[in-house]
């Protein structure tokens, strides 16, 4: 049994009316397991700043409930709270000066412009040797089903979109960046640290409290370099750990 089956991550979410009542939990997941006891089970739970007075207990229940670590990625997000220009580093902060003076600019896109986008991030991918994680038509549907969940933004030089990226609201004060993509011939000016500057700002405007880049590891394994990248742009990293019984 895998929980979440597709989704980035699972786990128990309580509506809370006051306290959370850990007993309660404790025995959600004690039924859990016994329905699915003759099966292997993982678990994987959200990084460590969402909803901590959610999740922080679970992960205490999990282990005392015979759980056991399988691995833990390294995630990483921009706080809003606290994330200023300045917590990029040197380098970024050059290249946003650099797109600002050849006048590239970010824009939230409308649902009707997705195709431009998932064109623009399905290039990049197949040069890397792989395939984005979702159809266009996919996306589509999850664009008129969740017509408020789902938003893209576009990086553009002149008329020409030269970053991309598809964003998913994870509840009303976190904007996970779901994909993301640049154009080749674009690279040198580095147009991801600007496409990252257009959705800050608008995350900060409408109120959000988070930006939550993913995870810079696979299944415990860092990317040293995609690590890099996200903290460059100022961006925390936080545990995100997955559990088996």
């Not at 996919?138 to 933004?153: D, K, N, S």
């Not at 008329?159 to 991309?164: D, G, H, N, S």
């Not at 696979?218 to 690590?227: N, R, Y």
Request: charged share 20%; glycine share 8%.
């Amino acid at each position: 049994v895998e929980s979440p089956g597709r989704a980035t991550f699972g786990g128990v979410w309580a509506r809370m009316v006051g306290k959370l009542d850990s007993e309660l939990m404790r025995s959600f997941y004690q039924k859990f397991l016994k329905r699915f006891s003759s099966s292997t089970i993982n678990l994987h739970l959200p990084p460590g700043y969402f909803h901590p007075e959610i999740f922080g207990i679970q992960h205490k229940i999990i282990l005392e409930e015979g759980g056991q670590v399988l691995y833990s990625d390294t995630s990483f997000h921009i706080d809003l709270m606290s994330w200023t220009p300045m917590s990029m580093s040197k380098g970024n902060r050059k290249k946003l000066r650099q797109c600002r003076e050849q006048f590239v600019h970010t824009t939230l896109l409308s649902s009707k412009e997705i195709e431009i986008v998932y064109e623009l991030i399905r290039v990049n991918r197949q040069s890397l040797g792989v395939d984005p994680s979702i159809s266009l038509d996919a996306l589509q549907r999850a664009f008129e089903t969740f017509p408020e969940i789902y938003q893209c933004f576009g990086t553009f030089m002149g008329e020409k979109l030269i970053a991309a990226a598809v964003t998913v609201l994870l509840s009303e004060d976190i904007r996970y960046v779901y994909m993301w993509a640049d154009d080749a011939d674009h690279r040198s000016i580095s147009p991801v640290v600007a496409l990252c500057d257009g959705i800050i700002n608008d995350s900060m405007k409408i109120g959000l409290r988070i930006v939550d880049l993913g995870t810079a590891s696979l299944q415990g394994v860092i990317d040293e370099g995609l690590a890099r990248f996200k903290q460059n742009l100022g961006a925390i990293s936080t545990q995100k750990i997955s559990y088996t019984f």
